[in-house]
């Protein structure tokens, strides 16, 4: 009897074990605090839990460090380049967000130094306290606007997606359409002298060059004389003003929280025993297809407009049924079929995009923040994942996954898949899938209702 009352005064306690560990005791009853104090069980519990922090505070700061190493690649890919505002434009809003913070003088960092005019456009963007996807937006729009012309209305359509007010629709705009200060800036490295041994340490030694080629005040007196660079440097933008763009939405990933991982989905999904899932085609609002995965009678059930097809796993089967004159055919499964089938279980395409239970190489897990969503439940948390592939053609598609879990259960309730071609765009919502988790009755109830197996 002991064991038992000490097992339930244990598990009463594990909502506090954090709060416990972090120092919040105020917040923790008093004779939890005595129990966990004393006791072996919630002890061990809470080396465990300790254990995880560092180890996710690890995988946070591993994820950090790449990030910032990545942005300043980008930095200084123009070391030995002259510098104007169109380079700076696609580090404008990292730079602005705080995330990607730079204590070191870079090629960038050396034009904004001596540039009024970026100094106003990040000082600009801070001040419109955009959320993450907006401001990922902006950085989309800046980096493309490096080596292209954006009008007015384009930018609009980008940002008022993402329910961006009118002024900072407008401040973005101005920002996108300024034109060049004419300041320029060389930031080169120059090499290091040898030291008693003969040799050097670059990266200890090596002098930082700053030019400055034109100036604010020269680009006054110079006005009608100076021709823009926009062209001459357009092959070497374009590259790094995309690169650019990822870097901020990466760096907002990996920022952003991170309560629920893509792996915490995948395993929840793997273990659910029976799924129904309703393909929606989002332009038309109509059902496409609806399926059925039960691993507790091993069947695997379709159903359109036309058809009824189930493929029963036990008895090496598939049996179908047509709407139009009820007509059953029954078929054997060959061996490949049925391996295919089998494997299909454990694997729930629809849901998860991805076969594995961790993110492929290139895809980028978000959380989404509730100032985004509308009309979404309280106890509903929402994921992306965006990713790109490439058509047979060589085509580029980007792609993004939209998951609505139930923040108990960590169940995706329904998935929204988008796809777009250009990187300008917004996403075009394709398919929506509801999903929801039958118990065996509702499931062998689903089976009957199609009167497919009369055994069942």
Same mark, same amino acid.
């Given at each position: 009897?002991?064991?038992?009352?000490?097992?339930?005064?244990?598990?009463?306690?594990?909502?506090?074990?954090?709060?416990?560990?972090?120092?919040?005791?105020?917040?923790?009853?008093?004779?939890?605090?005595?129990?966990?104090?004393?006791?072996?069980?919630?002890?061990?519990?809470?080396?465990?839990?300790?254990?995880?922090?560092?180890?996710?505070?690890?995988?946070?700061?591993?994820?950090?460090?790449?990030?910032?190493?990545?942005?300043?690649?980008?930095?200084?890919?123009?070391?030995?380049?002259?510098?104007?505002?169109?380079?700076?434009?696609?580090?404008?809003?990292?730079?602005?967000?705080?995330?990607?913070?730079?204590?070191?003088?870079?090629?960038?960092?050396?034009?904004?130094?001596?540039?009024?005019?970026?100094? #106003?456009?990040?000082?600009?963007?801070?001040?419109?306290?955009?959320?993450?996807?907006?401001?990922?937006?902006?950085?989309?729009?800046?980096?493309?606007?490096?080596?292209?012309?954006?009008?007015?209305?384009?930018?609009?359509?980008?940002?008022?997606?993402?329910?961006?007010?009118?002024?900072?629709?407008?401040?973005?705009?101005?920002?996108?359409?300024?034109?060049?200060?004419?300041?320029?800036?060389?930031?080169?490295?120059?090499?290091?002298?040898?030291?008693?041994?003969?040799?050097?340490?670059?990266?200890?030694?090596?002098?930082?060059?700053?030019?400055?080629?034109?100036?604010?005040?020269?680009?006054?007196?110079?006005?009608?004389?100076?021709?823009?660079?926009?062209?001459?440097?357009?092959?070497?933008?374009?590259?790094?003003?995309?690169?650019?763009?990822?870097?901020?939405?990466?760096?907002?990933?990996?920022?952003?929280?991170?309560?629920?991982?893509?792996?915490?989905?995948?395993?929840?999904?793997?273990?659910?025993? #029976?799924?129904?899932?309703?393909?929606?085609?989002?332009?038309?609002?109509?059902?496409?297809?609806?399926?059925?995965?039960?691993?507790?009678?091993?069947?695997?059930?379709?159903?359109?407009?036309?058809?009824?097809?189930?493929?029963?796993?036990? #008895?090496?089967?598939?049996?179908?049924?047509?709407?139009?004159?009820?007509?059953?055919?029954?078929?054997?499964?060959?061996?490949?079929?049925?391996?295919?089938?089998?494997?299909?279980?454990?694997?729930?395409?629809?849901?998860?995009?991805?076969?594995? #239970?961790?993110?492929?190489?290139?895809?980028?897990?978000?959380?989404?923040?509730?100032?985004?969503?509308?009309?979404?439940?309280?106890?509903?948390?929402?994921?992306?994942?965006?990713?790109?592939?490439?058509?047979?053609?060589?085509?580029?598609?980007?792609?993004?996954?939209?998951?609505?879990?139930?923040?108990?259960?960590?169940?995706?309730?329904?998935?929204?898949?988008?796809?777009?071609?250009?990187?300008?765009?917004?996403?075009?919502?394709?398919?929506?899938?509801?999903?929801?988790?039958?118990?065996?009755?509702?499931?062998?109830?689903?089976?009957?209702?199609?009167?497919?197996?009369?055994?069942?």
């Amino acid at each position: 009897m002991d064991d038992i009352q000490n097992n339930n005064e244990c598990l009463a306690c594990v909502v506090y074990l954090y709060d416990y560990l972090s120092g919040n005791k105020d917040d923790v009853p008093k004779s939890m605090i005595k129990h966990i104090d004393n006791c072996d069980i919630c002890q061990e519990e809470i080396k465990l839990l300790r254990q995880e922090i560092e180890r996710a505070d690890n995988l946070a700061h591993q994820a950090d460090n790449q990030a910032r190493l990545a942005n300043l690649e980008l930095h200084f890919a123009y070391i030995d380049k002259p510098v104007t505002c169109n380079n700076v434009k696609p580090f404008l809003a990292a730079m602005s967000s705080g995330f990607l913070g730079i204590s070191i003088s870079t090629p960038i960092t050396a034009h904004i130094d001596n540039c009024s005019a970026c100094r #106003n456009d990040i000082d600009t963007i801070k001040d419109l306290q955009m959320t993450d996807m907006q401001l990922f937006r902006a950085g989309q729009l800046l980096a493309i606007s490096a080596s292209e012309t954006l009008d007015r209305q384009e930018i609009s359509q980008n940002l008022v997606s993402l329910e961006c007010d009118q002024l900072q629709i407008d401040k973005i705009s101005e920002v996108i359409m300024r034109p060049e200060s004419a300041v320029k800036t060389m930031f080169s490295l120059t090499d290091p002298a040898p030291n008693n041994a003969g040799q050097s340490n670059a990266l200890k030694e090596a002098q930082v060059e700053i030019q400055l080629l034109q100036s604010e005040a020269q680009a006054e007196s110079d006005a009608g004389k100076t021709k823009s660079s926009r062209s001459s440097l357009l092959q070497f933008v374009r590259p790094l003003a995309a690169a650019a763009a990822v870097i901020i939405v990466a760096f907002l990933i990996f920022n952003g929280p991170q309560a629920t991982g893509f792996t915490d989905i995948a395993k929840a999904v793997k273990n659910a025993r #029976n799924i129904y899932m309703k393909n929606i085609d989002a332009a038309t609002g109509q059902t496409a297809q609806q399926v059925w995965t039960s691993k507790d009678f091993n069947i695997k059930l379709f159903k359109t407009d036309d058809k009824v097809f189930l493929w029963d796993i036990d #008895n090496e089967k598939t049996i179908s049924k047509s709407a139009n004159d009820g007509q059953l055919i029954t078929a054997n499964i060959n061996e490949r079929s049925l391996a295919m089938v089998t494997e299909s279980m454990n694997i729930s395409w629809t849901i998860i995009p991805f076969e594995t #239970n961790n993110l492929p190489d290139g895809a980028a897990w978000r959380a989404v923040s509730d100032k985004e969503l509308v009309n979404v439940s309280t106890d509903i948390k929402v994921y992306d994942i965006l990713w790109t592939q490439r058509t047979q053609t060589g085509t580029l598609i980007y792609k993004k996954w939209r998951g609505f879990l139930n923040q108990n259960t960590m169940l995706p309730e329904r998935i929204e898949f988008s796809t777009k071609y250009d990187l300008r765009k917004d996403f075009e919502l394709e398919t929506i899938v509801e999903v929801t988790y039958p118990d065996k009755n509702e499931m062998k109830k689903a089976i009957d209702e199609f009167s497919l197996l009369e055994s069942y």
